[in-house]
């Protein structure tokens, strides 16, 4: 099995991977979503949206970007939740 070592990747550093990786966590759960779901929402591929959540690495596109969407599912999410 292949070593896991943490790189630093565009300029964020450990803790940083780490964040982002844990907001996408808690996002994807209170959406009820698994990481399959997650990663189709974000049109990525599963392996891609599992590292990370890991925060093993962050996407090509610019974090910030990614985070937004992400707020924008779950806002849309809790608005359409609480009208039912």
Do not use: C
Not at 47 to 57: I, N, Q
Not at 61 to 76: G, M, N, P, S, W
């Amino acid at each position: 099995m292949k070593s896991r070592k943490w790189k630093q990747d565009r300029g964020m550093t450990k803790e940083q991977l780490q964040e982002f990786g844990d907001f996408l966590k808690e996002a994807r759960q209170s959406l009820g979503y698994n990481t399959t779901q997650m990663s189709e929402l974000l049109y990525v591929h599963r392996t891609s949206y599992s590292r990370w959540e890991r925060g093993m690495h962050v996407p090509q596109a610019d974090a910030y970007l990614i985070r937004q969407e992400v707020e924008q599912v779950l806002t849309y999410s809790k608005q359409h939740k609480k009208a039912a």
